[in-house]
Structure formats: structure tokens, C-alpha cells
């Protein structure tokens, strides 16, 4: 397993991470989700991130059992949001909301503290400095933003050079072969600013792993069956039906699977820390890892930059300082 730094950290994490979205209703319980982990830990995994909102509020509670006596080996993340605060302050919320996840995990400190959306109301100091409380306090090591723009986390960074507080150094947004818009201003962002892209999704939430065929209904049984409003559904699309077969037909021609060469080329661009994965079975954990030993070539993504160019004719990016990757052929 290859480890990486994650943004300004002294966290050396695996290159893929689990994500805890399946531990709990009405996917997993508690001994698959225990089965999953094991298996993670036993292929070099060191990195669990989970989520107050995932499996029915049931996720976390499930994570701190399966790693329970594990603790030292491992960095656990998890997340907190703003939204409803039904007469809660920002302050009142994050505080809550950190005590109960350090009871459901069952530890004495979050490695990775994560808001979950974006917080357009809330005043930057408002969100940052009871963040940097808990820091200072040894219950959360570092702090990490999801589906955040490149803006917003910017003046986050500024808010907290000038007030000397707790810095984001993360953000974890959506990343695939089949959805590449962080690339456009998010990703030159975080190599700018030493901050780490943890992908989520970057198996097209299903679609680069073969479980999902063109034209045809999920399998039963399947995540999609399951929860049929989930991601599958929302990136079904021509588009996707005319690129799923040609990255297959790619990865076979290199001698990989088409999920080898979803996560080879995530984990191929310097920005992104650890990218996650949603292991529903143990035996899902070996067939992924492998996807971080694939070390693209240049004219590998070069080739697939060509394939899975969403905005029909090369060269979108708006960082003019960011030379594109062009095919040598």
C-alpha cells in the first residue's frame, strides 16, 4: 500500500481510505461492516472516514466497535454539518455534535474533522474558531471541509492566517473518471495551497466497477437496488452508457480491471491524499486495493484524458499556468 501525506499534516495515510457510507441501514451491519474493515486493515488501510448522517446515524456507532482496541493503528475521520440548527449557534453544534462522535467511535480524539457541506451563512470565524477550540483542546487533531469551492476554502485559509487558527487541510468532494469538474479550478487550488483532495465516488459510484451495464437495471441486491435515489441513478446518462465500455476495453488492453484503473487514475494526480471507497464486502477490499500499484504512464492519461474529455475539445482549464496533459502520439 502506498502512503501519503495528507495537506500540511503529519498524517501518512493509505493511498485508498474506506468510506463508512454503507456501515448501517440499510446496507451493513455490524458483523459485515466488521468483516470490511478487518479486511481493509489487513491490506494496509489506515484511513476510515465515516459520517453522522451515513447508515441511518448508525455508521459511526458501527466503526467504533469493528476498530475498537485498533485505535493506534488507524486515523479516523468524521463529519458535522450546519444545516438545521433549529436555535443551536454554530459553536453549540460543532461541540455537540464532536462529543458525540467521540462517544459513538469510542476514542478520545477525531484525527480529521470534517464540515460536510458548505456553510454560505455562517461567518467564517463562526465555523473556524470552535474548530480551532477542539484543536486546542486534543479532540480533534485537523480539520477538513467537503464539497467546498476553491473560493470559500481561500478565504478560509485567509481567516485563519489572520485570526492564528486551526487550518483546513482538506477538502472532499466528488472525483472520477466520470466526473472530472474539480480539475477546472479545485484541484490547482489544493496544489497552490498544500491542501489534499480526498476524492469520494472516484468508482463512479458504481459504474467503473462493472456491477452497472448500460441500458440495464441495477442487479438485485446491488447499492442502486437498495437506494435507487443514490448516485448511480444521478450519473446514469448517455454519456456514461458510451464511456463505461471504453475504459473497460482500455483497462483489459493494459492488463487491469476497469476499478485498477478508476482508483490508478485518481491517486495519478498530486493533489489527492487518499481516495475513498465504499467496501460492501471484504472480497471488494483486495480486488480495489491493487488499483493503487498501477502507476499510469504519461501517455495512459494522456489516452484517457482524450476518452473522458467532458468538455468536447481539450484544454478547459482556467489556470492557464497548469500545462494540460496532450497525447506524444
Same mark, same amino acid.
Given at each position: 500500500m502506498e502512503y501519503r501525506q495528507l495537506g500540511q499534516t503529519d498524517m501518512r495515510v493509505s493511498a485508498i481510505g474506506v468510506g463508512g457510507y454503507p456501515f448501517g441501514p440499510p446496507m451493513l451491519g455490524q458483523a459485515e461492516t466488521t468483516a470490511v474493515i478487518d479486511a481493509a486493515l489487513e491490506h494496509g488501510i489506515n484511513f476510515f472516514d465515516t459520517s453522522d448522517?451515513? !447508515?441511518q446515524g448508525q455508521s459511526e456507532d458501527q466503526v467504533g466497535v469493528a476498530l475498537e482496541g485498533k485505535r493506534d493503528q488507524i486515523y479516523i475521520s468524521t463529519k458535522f454539518n450546519l444545516r438545521n440548527l433549529n436555535g443551536q449557534t454554530p459553536r453549540e453544534? $460543532? *461541540? #455537540?455534535?464532536? +462529543? %458525540?462522535a467521540l462517544r459513538k467511535l469510542k476514542t478520545d480524539h477525531i484525527d480529521l474533522f470534517q464540515v460536510h457541506y458548505s456553510t454560505p451563512d455562517v461567518p467564517h470565524e463562526e465555523l473556524i !474558531?470552535? &474548530? /480551532? =477550540? &477542539?484543536? +486546542?483542546?486534543?479532540?480533534?487533531?485537523? $480539520?477538513?471541509?467537503? /464539497?467546498?469551492?476553491?473560493?470559500? $476554502?481561500? =478565504?478560509?485559509?485567509?481567516?485563519? #492566517? %489572520?485570526?492564528?487558527?486551526a487550518r483546513f487541510q482538506s477538502t472532499q468532494n466528488h472525483y472520477s473518471l466520470l466526473y472530472r469538474h474539480a480539475e477546472l479550478e479545485l484541484m490547482p487550488f489544493c496544489r497552490k495551497y498544500e491542501i489534499s483532495l480526498i476524492?469520494? *465516488?472516484? &468508482?463512479?459510484?458504481?459504474?467503473?466497477?462493472?456491477?452497472?451495464?448500460?441500458? +440495464?437495471?441495477?442487479? #438485485? !441486491?446491488?447499492?442502486?437496488? $437498495?437506494v435507487p435515489t443514490g448516485i448511480v441513478t444521478r450519473l446514469r446518462s448517455d454519456r456514461v452508457d458510451d464511456l463505461v465500455p471504453k475504459l473497460e476495453t482500455f483497462a483489459g488492453e493494459h492488463g487491469h480491471t476497469i476499478v485498477e484503473?478508476? &482508483?490508478a487514475w485518481v491517486l495519478s494526480h498530486p493533489e489527492v491524499g487518499v481516495t475513498l471507497c465504499g467496501f460492501d464486502k471484504p472480497e471488494h477490499v483486495a480486488a480495489n486495493v491493487t488499483g493503487a500499484d498501477w502507476?499510469?504512464? %504519461?501517455? %495512459?492519461?494522456? =489516452?484517457?484524458?482524450?476518452?473522458?474529455?467532458?468538455?468536447?475539445?481539450?484544454? #478547459?482549464?482556467? +489556470?492557464?499556468?497548469v500545462p494540460p496533459v496532450r497525447p506524444t502520439n
Amino acid at each position: 500500500m502506498e502512503y501519503r501525506q495528507l495537506g500540511q499534516t503529519d498524517m501518512r495515510v493509505s493511498a485508498i481510505g474506506v468510506g463508512g457510507y454503507p456501515f448501517g441501514p440499510p446496507m451493513l451491519g455490524q458483523a459485515e461492516t466488521t468483516a470490511v474493515i478487518d479486511a481493509a486493515l489487513e491490506h494496509g488501510i489506515n484511513f476510515f472516514d465515516t459520517s453522522d448522517v451515513y !447508515g441511518q446515524g448508525q455508521s459511526e456507532d458501527q466503526v467504533g466497535v469493528a476498530l475498537e482496541g485498533k485505535r493506534d493503528q488507524i486515523y479516523i475521520s468524521t463529519k458535522f454539518n450546519l444545516r438545521n440548527l433549529n436555535g443551536q449557534t454554530p459553536r453549540e453544534r $460543532i *461541540f #455537540a455534535r464532536c +462529543e %458525540e462522535a467521540l462517544r459513538k467511535l469510542k476514542t478520545d480524539h477525531i484525527d480529521l474533522f470534517q464540515v460536510h457541506y458548505s456553510t454560505p451563512d455562517v461567518p467564517h470565524e463562526e465555523l473556524i !474558531g470552535p &474548530l /480551532n =477550540e &477542539l484543536v +486546542e483542546q486534543g479532540k480533534v487533531r485537523y $480539520i477538513g471541509n467537503c /464539497n467546498t469551492a476553491s473560493w470559500r $476554502i481561500h =478565504e478560509q485559509v485567509v481567516t485563519s #492566517a %489572520e485570526k492564528g487558527l486551526a487550518r483546513f487541510q482538506s477538502t472532499q468532494n466528488h472525483y472520477s473518471l466520470l466526473y472530472r469538474h474539480a480539475e477546472l479550478e479545485l484541484m490547482p487550488f489544493c496544489r497552490k495551497y498544500e491542501i489534499s483532495l480526498i476524492p469520494y *465516488f472516484p &468508482l463512479g459510484g458504481g459504474w467503473l466497477t462493472g456491477t452497472y451495464r448500460p441500458g +440495464e437495471a441495477p442487479p #438485485a !441486491g446491488s447499492r442502486a437496488d $437498495i437506494v435507487p435515489t443514490g448516485i448511480v441513478t444521478r450519473l446514469r446518462s448517455d454519456r456514461v452508457d458510451d464511456l463505461v465500455p471504453k475504459l473497460e476495453t482500455f483497462a483489459g488492453e493494459h492488463g487491469h480491471t476497469i476499478v485498477e484503473l478508476a &482508483l490508478a487514475w485518481v491517486l495519478s494526480h498530486p493533489e489527492v491524499g487518499v481516495t475513498l471507497c465504499g467496501f460492501d464486502k471484504p472480497e471488494h477490499v483486495a480486488a480495489n486495493v491493487t488499483g493503487a500499484d498501477w502507476h499510469l504512464t %504519461e501517455d %495512459e492519461r494522456a =489516452e484517457l484524458d482524450s476518452i473522458t474529455d467532458w468538455w468536447f475539445g481539450g484544454d #478547459a482549464l482556467t +489556470e492557464s499556468s497548469v500545462p494540460p496533459v496532450r497525447p506524444t502520439n
